[in-house]
T-cell receptor, first 120, second 110 residues
Framework: GAVVSQHPSRVICKSGTSVKIECRSL??????MFWYRQFPKQSLMLMAT?????????EQGVEKDKFLINHASLTLSTLTVTSAHPEDSSFYIC????????????????FGQGTRLTVV | GQQVMQIPQYQHVQEGEDFTTYCNSS?????IQWYKQRPGGHPVFLIQ???SGEVKKQKRLTFQFGEAKKNSSLHITATQTTDVGTYFC??????????WGLGTSLAVNP
């Protein structure tokens, strides 16, 4: 399957600082990238969907000024957690889909390894 | 909005026993995908089902997509300790978004 690289895998930061997480599709062009948050023993919670070259679409309840998403190219999307607080500590996972290939809408998602964020 | 319900939430089996997890959607799905997430890892794609009534097998895993394309199941025959993890279904809804089930966590006693 296709490879999605997410960096860093773990980060510890001080309360009030910002953290940037990168998500790269290594061997395919990702028309659409998704950012998820996962709490322990729970399912994936979609935070936002980003399409290359356009503004991200945020899910209800997700603060777009706090979770800044940039999808500047077909292989890179970034999530910046601004002014992080302890309640932002979580596992953040990105995934990428090719989107439309020909006439087929391919929604198969390839996931990054995830980023464990701890805010102290 | 569209929802995908997945049951059971947890399942604890003895090694060698069978295991099944079920997903039910409130609306018709374009396709359904299954993912496995090992403890501490990220979800990994297992399979996609597209056709009504489709059945696919991967060794001891059998995946089914219902005739109405609203439900699906994953059945594991003779579980092994390597099957431990959380199994998620995700369906593509009419807005082309993936809608995730809450997952079924499988524990296997050796």
């Amino acid at each position: 399957g296709a490879v999605v690289s997410q960096h860093p895998s773990r980060v510890i930061c001080k309360s009030g600082t910002s953290v940037k997480i990168e998500c790269r599709s290594l061997d395919f062009q990702a028309t659409t990238m998704f950012w998820y948050r996962q709490f322990p023993k729970q399912s994936l919670m979609l935070m936002a969907t980003s399409n290359e070259g356009s503004k991200a679409t945020y899910e209800q309840g997700v603060e777009k000024d706090k979770f800044l998403i940039n999808h500047a190219s077909l292989t890179l999307s970034t999530l910046t957690v601004t002014s992080a607080h302890p309640e932002d500590s979580s596992f953040y996972i990105c995934s990428a889909s090719q989107g439309v290939t020909g006439i087929v809408w391919n929604t198969e998602a390839f996931f990054g390894q995830g980023t464990r964020l701890t805010v102290v | 909005g569209q929802q995908v319900m997945q049951i059971p939430q947890y399942q604890h089996v003895q090694e060698g026993e069978d295991f099944t997890t079920y997903c039910n959607s409130s609306t018709t799905l374009s396709n359904i995908q299954w993912y496995k997430q090992r403890p501490g890892g990220h979800p990994v794609f297992l399979i996609q089902l597209v056709k009504s009534g489709e059945v696919k097998k991967q060794k001891r895993l059998t995946f089914q997509f219902g005739e109405a394309k609203k439900n699906s199941s994953l059945h594991i025959t003779a579980t092994q300790t390597t099957d431990v993890g959380t199994y998620f279904c995700a369906g593509t809804g009419n807005n082309r978004k993936l809608i995730w089930g809450l997952g079924t966590s499988l524990a296997v006693n050796p």
